[in-house]
């Protein structure tokens, strides 16, 4: 055996040996930098779906939960606030909910699942204010006997109906947004998901 043969196996061995301790630095750097992709937990909590137990909303309540940093709004609404609803058609700008701010199930009169619960993002759609909610019916300062109960933004003047549905001649463009939920029975809404088939 020559030098040049003991010197060939070192040289190889030394050239393994350092691209394997090359490639565990390389892995040990990477690591961390690749899971600064993820989100943290504390941004997966702030997106996780929440539950709202309603059994304890009275006919007329509104409760307010908070998801993805925004108020969540559930209303239970009267049978009177119901009725009234078709009234408003001709007074509201998209009345048949045909703009595209609320899951399939929610593309109807009420814009709910269930009637009797309205669930809506609490942000109006013209600069994000939070309206207030007035379910009373008449209120003189929004507009006398035309008023059958909503929310209105006190920044600019916006009205909604009970429904979410935005009133013609107000500055919000569009009306407010129901987030995608579903009922996991009949005391708890699930806010953030959809129920799988």
């Known amino acids: 055996m020559s030098n040049e043969d003991v010197n060939q196996g070192r040289r190889w061995f030394l050239i393994g040996s350092t691209a394997a301790v090359g490639a565990v630095g390389a892995a ?39 998801w993805r940093s925004k108020p969540i709004w559930v209303v ?27 899951p399939a199930y929610a593309r109807n009169p009420n814009r709910s699942i269930k009637d ?14 939070s309206p207030t909610y007035r379910p009373e019916l008449g209120a003189k300062d929004l507009g006398g006997d035309a008023w059958l109960g909503g929310f209105f ?10 429904a979410g549905r935005v009133f013609q001649g107000v500055p919000a463009p569009y009306n407010l947004e129901v987030p995608p939920h579903y009922y996991e029975d009949d005391n708890t809404i699930v806010i953030g998901a959809e129920e799988k088939a």
């Open 153 to 162: 933004c006190p920044c600019h003047g916006s009205k909604f109906d009970l």
């Open 76 to 102: 239970r609404r009267t049978k009177e606030a119901l009725d009234n609803l078709p009234k408003l058609d001709d007074s509201l700008r998209d009345p048949r909910s045909d703009m595209d701010q609320q």
């Open 28 to 66: 040990g750097v990477a690591v961390p930098f690749v899971k600064s992709w993820n989100p943290s937990a504390r941004a997966k909590a702030a997106g996780a779906p929440i539950k709202i137990d309603i059994s304890k909303i009275s006919p007329g309540e509104r409760v307010i939960a908070e």
């Open 116 to 129: 009797e619960y309205l669930i809506l993002i609490g942000l109006c759609t013209h600069l994000g204010c």
